[in-house]
């Protein structure tokens, strides 16, 4: 038996059905009827599916397509745009949002109804598809009428709200979602029917606010309101904005409140960014950095003013102690000593303002530098940075120093030292400094403690390299050395009884070339003082055939008896002192001459000498005539009247100016850098012209002192005269290295 043929539907027939089901749609929209059954809904989808499964040329899908797209047209023109058009400002957004939602659901149910053309006819004719057609519908004739109208009255909600007032953040975000939703998976229309005229009229919002605030507010005042500004504004952005618009919208605000007045910002009179500075305004300060950071290159003119700010701060301390010095108002050495700890507590001071207000930024970190970097290579009263610096780190570490500190304080101290010393330029003469002062505490056992000694090393050996401490290292040693050779002597003694020297002997034996240079001269002494260093001498060669021994007498000590009339006081002096007294064991009287021919001492030595012992406070000698002037006519004689209420006096020796000594040894050791450091460059780059010789060699040597141009230049031509390097015979601006 054959099947029975199923009935054609004809187009008429078929869509008067639909009708019915999207008349019902219509009134379920609007909220006068109940949605669809599943009967319901199965007849409307095999209505659809029956007519566009018909033989040709009953297959109706083309046309179906059409009506499904009139079907949104028609209601839209009946009933969406006339409910639009007669509402006004938030009225009409709500109802624009609510036509949205009503839109979607009915692209929702159509699209269902018509599933069936969206999987075979509009795939197999790269048709646009169901729901696009739906939502393009309500884009060309509802959003096009009525986006301008929308984007004003958001416009007006959010200038309303920005005033203070209280408004539907809810309906605004529905609002901006039909902006977002209706480029489908595209923000163009979003960004240019809403988000540029938005940002136009921020602008214009935060451009008339700033043009009072920056007459009217201190710069505290200013930032405290650009800050809460730009919180709302982010806030807004995670209320209703869509998330794309913050940066854009951020910007917007910063142009206008920040970046457009920086500078009258900044330079406000009394409460700008040097006023903040002068007054510690740490939070505003703070401020000032959040709000400038986000703007493109907007901390330079901030750091720049803090750097100026730091400079000046600096000098002022500068012009302190020049003041200090002129008016003698202190005794010598403290006022720099002062110096030195005001400039610690200016870096502890902005170098917190760089870690807390402005965050570790590397940019407030090369402002620091470069303000302290001007005033710490200052002369400060005669004596340079890289000096003071030394002298304070002597008065920390010697026993019986001015600065009395813990064990804490001292390390934090050094510290704070060690970091000053970076922005030193003259790096090499603190080292020389420094190693004479070292040298005079562990040689004069004036040293407080050998860990310290050693902490300070260690810090600057991290600070400034290897071997920048080498020989300060090197010198800590050998005193531990001599300890140890000391200790064996006084064994050697023990077990050899004939050879005492007969007085108590310490003999400190250092390494040469670890020690500052000190002159040692060929003095003639004493019959007692031979016999020692002839015991010491057999001793050493036991030990060591391969050492020759250069005895330094100026940084001896010796302690000797004076029998006087009225008692007998311990003498502790130079070993060139002692040598002078010694003399009067065997004459009551001698000239100047006499003294000078049995020591064999040079004239300058020989007055300071006698200064000390017949011009000074002990007067040991009595010198005629009677003067405070040594002569080369002058006699001399024991003061046998001569008495002190100790039992025990040190003789001073009148000090020396080693500072001349210093520059010039550094000066010496420069010349030896700068001749190694042009050879060490030409011989790796053979040929080079003399502008890039000049700059590489400072920015190799920059690390130890800034040497000068005219210094390079000279010692170029002393290298070129030791065939080191030539000129090149056609152009003599380029020197060629000679292996």
């Known amino acids: 038996m054959a099947l029975a043929q199923l009935k054609i539907i004809e187009l008429d027939e078929g869509w008067e059905f639909m009708q019915k089901g999207i008349i019902k749609l219509k009134k379920f929209l609007e909220g006068q009827q109940h949605s669809f059954s599943s009967e319901e809904y199965m007849m409307l989808y095999t209505t659809i599916y029956n007519m566009c499964t018909q033989k040709p040329p009953n297959d109706y899908s083309q046309q179906l397509y059409e009506k499904y797209k009139e079907a949104f047209e028609e209601y839209i023109n009946s009933t969406v745009l006339p409910s639009l058009r007669e509402k006004h400002d938030e009225f009409m957004l709500m109802e624009f949002v609510k036509r949205w939602a009503n839109h979607k659901l009915m692209v929702r149910w159509l699209s269902r109804f018509f599933h069936y053309l969206d999987r075979y006819f509009i795939a197999r004719r790269s048709l646009p598809a169901l729901n696009e057609v739906g939502l393009t519908c309500f884009r060309d004739l509802v959003y096009q009428e009525l986006k301008g109208k929308a984007r004003d009255a958001v416009i007006v909600l959010i200038d309303q709200e920005r005033e203070g007032e209280q408004i539907d953040r809810g309906l605004l975000k529905n609002v901006l979602d039909i902006f977002v939703g209706i480029g489908m998976g595209e923000m163009e229309y979003y960004e240019i029917d809403f988000e540029d005229p938005m940002l136009k009229d921020t602008a214009a919002y935060y451009s008339r ?244 000694e050693r902490l300070i090393l260690t810090k600057l050996k991290q600070q400034c390299g290897g071997q920048f401490t080498s ?158 002037i040594v002569s080369p006519s002058d006699h001399f004689a024991f003061n046998s009247k001569f008495t002190d209420r100790m039992r025990r006096i040190r003789v001073p020796l009148p000090p020396v100016d080693e500072r001349k000594k210093v520059v010039e040894d550094v000066d010496k050791d420069r010349r030896y850098a700068i001749d190694a450091c042009i050879v060490r460059i030409m011989k790796s780059r053979k040929v080079l012209p003399h502008q890039q010789l000049v700059l590489e060699c400072v920015e190799q040597l920059s690390r130890m002192f800034k040497p000068d141009f005219k210094a390079i230049k000279k010692r170029i031509e002393d290298l070129i005269t030791r065939d080191y390097l030539e000129r090149d015979k056609e152009n003599p601006n380029l020197f060629k290295y000679l292996a």
């Not at 002192?577 to 010694?582: D, I, N």
């Open 471 to 628: 020989k300060m290292e090197g010198m800590v040693t050998d005193l531990t050395l001599a300890r140890e050779s000391q200790n064996n002597f006084q064994e050697y003694l023990s077990n050899n009884p004939a050879a005492s020297p007969g007085i108590d002997l310490t003999v400190t034996v250092l390494t040469t070339g670890f020690w500052p240079s000190y002159k040692s001269s060929d003095l003639s002494l004493p019959a007692e003082m031979v016999k020692c260093v002839e015991v010491f001498k057999e001793f050493y060669q036991t030990k060591t055939k391969h050492r020759k021994l250069t005895w330094i007498y100026s940084l001896g000590t010796c302690n000797i008896n004076g029998k006087f009339e009225s008692k007998t006081i311990e003498l502790i002096l130079g070993t060139y002192q002692a040598a002078v007294l010694l003399l009067f064991n065997a004459s009551d009287r001698l000239s100047y001459s006499e003294i000078k021919s049995q020591l064999n001492l040079a004239d300058d030595d020989l007055i300071r000498l006698l200064q000390s012992l017949s011009c000074a406070k002990y007067k040991i000698l009595t010198k005629e005539p009677s003067n405070r």
């Open 209 to 452: 606010k700033a043009s009072s605030w920056i007459v009217e507010d201190s710069c505290p005042d200013y930032m405290l309101k650009a800050e809460e500004c730009l919180k709302k504004e982010k806030d807004r952005v995670s209320h209703y904005l869509h998330v794309s618009s913050e940066t854009k919208l951020l910007e917007k605000v910063q142009n206008e409140l920040l970046v457009v007045y920086t500078i009258q910002l900044l330079e406000k009179e009394h409460s700008g960014c040097r006023a903040l500075l002068r007054d510690d305004k740490v939070e505003d300060l703070s401020r000032m950095y959040r709000l400038f950071l986000r703007i493109p290159k907007g901390l330079e003119p901030v750091s720049n003013m803090f750097k100026q700010h730091v400079i000046a701060e600096g000098m002022v301390l500068v012009q302190q102690a020049e003041d200090t010095t002129n008016s003698k108002a202190e005794s010598s050495g403290s006022g720099e000593q002062v110096f030195v700890r005001k400039l610690i507590e200016l870096h502890d001071k902005y170098l917190a303002y760089v870690t807390d207000c402005f965050a570790n930024n590397s940019l407030f970190h090369k402002a620091l530098k470069e303000a302290f970097e001007v005033f710490c290579n200052k002369i400060v009263s005669g004596c340079s940075s890289a000096e003071l610096l030394a002298s304070y780190c002597d008065n920390i570490l010697k026993k019986g120093g001015s600065e009395k500190l813990s064990d804490d304080a001292i390390e934090e101290t050094l510290d704070k030292v060690v970091k000053l010393l970076a922005y030193i330029s003259d790096k090499d003469l603190f080292a020389e400094f420094y190693r004479k002062k070292l040298s005079r505490r562990l040689l004069f056992d004036k040293s407080a403690s050998d860990d310290h």
